[in-house]
């Protein structure tokens, strides 16, 4: 059965950090494009991260870039989301999904906000940035 669980979200303040794992099981990580989203109450899912299968290559939204880092653990099964500096308007449901590697002839910038590219998602794990 193919599942991805997330976790790591909590209660942080602003400034804080944290760290979101994105574990898979049923299938293996490295095959697939991983991306995390959000969704904040009220507000569409948006891209927030992805990494690539085929090269590698990053992808962040422009309300995080230089803050959160995505990275695989292909050894764990995992994908991590290391979110610093957090501000209020990160606070949101976060979610990991995996989809199939790009082609050459696709852009991490283009397919990664795209729910479209993913094939599956997990249930999601709440991130409240609040002092």
């Known amino acids: 059965q193919v599942q991805l669980v997330e976790s790591g979200g909590g209660l942080v303040q602003p400034g804080g950090s944290l760290r979101l794992s994105c574990a898979a099981s049923?299938?293996?990580?490295?095959?697939?494009?991983i991306g995390w989203f959000r969704q904040a109450p009220g507000k569409e899912r948006e891209g927030v991260s992805c990494?690539?299968?085929?090269?590698?290559?990053?992808y962040y939204a422009d309300s995080v870039k230089g803050r959160f880092t995505i990275s695989r653990d292909n050894t764990k099964n995992t994908v991590y989301l290391q979110m610093n500096s957090l501000k209020p308007e990160d606070t949101a449901v976060y979610y990991c999904?995996?989809?199939?590697?790009?082609?050459?002839?696709?852009?991490?910038?283009?397919?990664?906000?795209?729910?479209?590219?993913?094939?599956?998602w997990g249930q999601g794990t709440q991130v409240t940035v609040s002092s």
């Open positions: 990494i690539s299968s085929s090269d590698g290559s990053t």
């Open positions: 049923g299938f293996t990580l490295d095959y697939y494009t």
């Open positions: 999904a995996a989809g199939p590697p790009f082609s050459v002839f696709d852009t991490v910038q283009a397919m990664c906000p795209k729910r479209s590219s993913y094939d599956y």
